[in-house]
């Protein structure tokens, strides 16, 4: 677990008491893993969904070494070795089930978009770390990893289970920590989405730094503020599930959009631009893709307006959580 304030290596982390046991060469699993966007306006690191456009990750254990093929996006800007965030999730989830690989060969297939605000980098350290339970239960060795222990283990990587958890569960889910002696501890529930409910992302070309975005946010808000978005954030649970009538006035926020606004002048003109025509958008995540909740695709003129604003209009599905195959 992360303790609070500190800077870890999870991939370092292994479960107390256990000897690890060694893999053998050839055991092979394959992993999907969904994209996903976080706080849908109010729910800032407590809310997120899952949205189907996937990393596909196919794993090997060979005699030594690492071997690392990657397609996609991203592959031109992604690192080869040990220092790979799928490979550092895939040692941390082996050294967490008490097992270990003499080498492995992975070969990443990234479709989701990296630094635009649908979870690329939670995605991978899901994917990572559900290849090691599949390797696991491939190799005999056990039922691999929980659902649990995954969302646990990958908010570790990500100092909040929001997106990580979405990829992992599927559908939409609520997040929570909870935090004892400096320990962290990362919980989710997961909402089933109304069957209506459908998803819309405007992704542009440029991209976005999550650590700058969070820096952009004053350490206390008005107390009013912070009231319409709890009243906010709890209606996004009755939209999301039972009645999405209500997605535009759940979807609004004054918790964090508003001071990341300077920094994203293209994504905040375009939630501003969609929700005075009646659509739910908001910034997905850290940005700058927007993500708009509706009952039916946006019409064509709206698609339109998102072109000229630099963005490429993509209508996806809710997604199901990490599927995990033999390989």
């Known amino acids: ?28 699993t394959r992993v999907r893993v969904p994209a996903s966007s976080a706080n849908l306006g109010p729910g800032f ?33 992604v690192p080869r070795d040990d220092s790979h965030l799928v490979v550092r999730a895939l040692r941390r989830g082996l050294a967490h089930a008490g097992v270990s690989a003499p080498g492995l060969k992975l070969r990443c297939v990234n479709t989701i978009p990296h630094s635009r605000g649908l979870g690329s980098s939670a995605a991978a350290a899901v994917s990572g770390l559900a290849a090691a339970s599949g390797l696991v239960r491939a190799a005999g060795f056990g039922a691999g990893l929980s659902d649990a222990e995954l969302v646990q283990l990958s908010g570790e990587f990500e100092g909040h289970p929001d997106n990580a958890a979405a990829s ?9 920590t909870e935090s004892a002696d400096g320990v962290d501890s990362y919980h989710a529930h997961r909402l089933a989405v109304h069957p209506d409910v459908c998803a819309t992302v405007f992704v542009p070309d440029t991209e976005s730094s999550t650590s700058f975005t969070r820096g952009l946010l004053p350490d206390s808000v008005p107390r009013e503020d912070a009231i319409f978005n709890l009243s906010r954030a709890a209606l996004a649970v009755v939209a999301l599930t039972s009645d999405p009538s209500n997605l535009m006035a759940a979807s609004a926020d004054r918790l964090h959009q508003p001071y990341r606004a300077s920094a994203m002048l293209p994504t905040s003109t375009l939630v501003a631009e969609l929700r005075a025509r009646g659509h739910a958008a908001t910034v997905s995540g850290a940005g700058p893709t927007v993500l ?22 993509h209508s996806v599905a809710i997604a199901g959580g990490v599927d995990i195959t033999a390989g």
């Open 45 to 77: 690191d407590c809310l997120g969904i899952a949205l189907g456009i996937y990393d596909e990750v196919i794993v090997e254990t060979i005699d030594s070494g690492v071997v690392l093929d990657v397609e996609g996006e991203g592959s031109a800007n």
């Open 168 to 176: 992992v569960l599927g559908s939409a889910v609520v997040t929570w």
């Open 292 to 313: 708009v909740l509706g009952t039916a695709p946006v019409p064509a003129d709206i698609r339109v307006l998102a072109q000229g604003h630099g963005f490429e209009t």
């Open 1 to 28: 677990m992360t303790r609070t304030g500190e800077m870890t290596q999870p991939d370092e982390m292994a479960r107390p008491g256990v000897a690890p046991r060694q893999l053998p060469v050839g055991v092979s």
